[in-house]
């Protein structure tokens, strides 16, 4: 069965650090994975989508980037943290051609 | 931008009742999912409804698709404590691009 993880589950890292988000997924192959960020009470937004490995597409304008180094890899970075950035960042798959997404646990990130 | 409105914000009803949340859109879609995800978790598929679908059910669940209004409707019936989350639509429309709502909180009293 596939199975989807996120890493760190919490972080605390002051303005200005970088950052470095991990998500990996098991059990299938050449999924389209998406990086979503969702603030406190509020719904998801897109961050970045990726069809497959070195294929990255961003939705909005912002100080992250996405990177794709493996199938089934999906790492989420900036170089210098805003206060902004603090949030509840989520990552998901879904099989190419397939609408349901699955989401991992979550990374709650809070930017002092 | 988020497509979708939840309506209400949120819900709070005693085990038992029903509870039904609504989902507003803007523009056509090829399908509309529902979403659960409890407190500082992920969140977890319910159901989807296709652009060509009305109504359609799963356990507990009822969702209808009203494409002339470009709204949705879930109904949880007999809900339990262990119902408690906040419930999202999410649309896509040529792409597998999901686009979410704002979400209902709903709480369930024992």
């Known amino acids: 069965s596939q199975t989807i993880h996120q890493w760190p589950a919490t972080l605390v890292q002051p303005v200005g650090s970088p950052l470095s988000l991990e998500c990996t997924v098991e059990g299938t192959s050449n999924p389209n994975l998406y990086w979503y960020r969702q603030a406190a009470g509020r719904g998801l937004q897109l961050l970045f989508y990726s069809v497959g490995i070195g294929q990255i597409s961003s939705e909005v304008p912002q100080n992250l980037s996405a990177s794709r180094p493996q199938d089934r890899q999906f790492i989420l970075s900036s170089k210098k943290l805003l206060l902004s950035d603090s949030g509840f960042y989520l990552c998901a798959w879904n099989p190419t051609r397939e609408y349901e997404q699955f989401f991992g646990p979550g990374t709650r990130l809070t930017v002092l | 931008s988020q497509q979708g409105e939840e309506d209400p914000q949120a819900l709070s009803i005693q085990e038992g009742e029903n509870a039904t949340m609504n989902c507003s859109y803007k523009t056509s879609i090829n399908n509309l999912q529902w979403y659960r995800q409890n407190s500082g978790r992920g969140l977890v598929h319910l159901i989807l409804?296709?652009?060509?679908?009305r109504e359609k059910h799963s356990g507990r669940l009822r969702v209808t698709l009203d494409t002339s209004k470009k709204s949705s409707s879930l109904l949880i019936t007999a809900s339990r404590a262990a119902d408690t989350a906040s419930y999202f639509c999410?649309?896509?429309?040529?792409?597998?691009?999901?686009?979410f709502g704002t979400g209902t909180r709903l709480q369930v009293f024992p």
């Open positions: 409804i296709r652009s060509n679908e």
């Open positions: 999410a649309t896509t429309q040529n792409t597998d691009k999901l686009i």
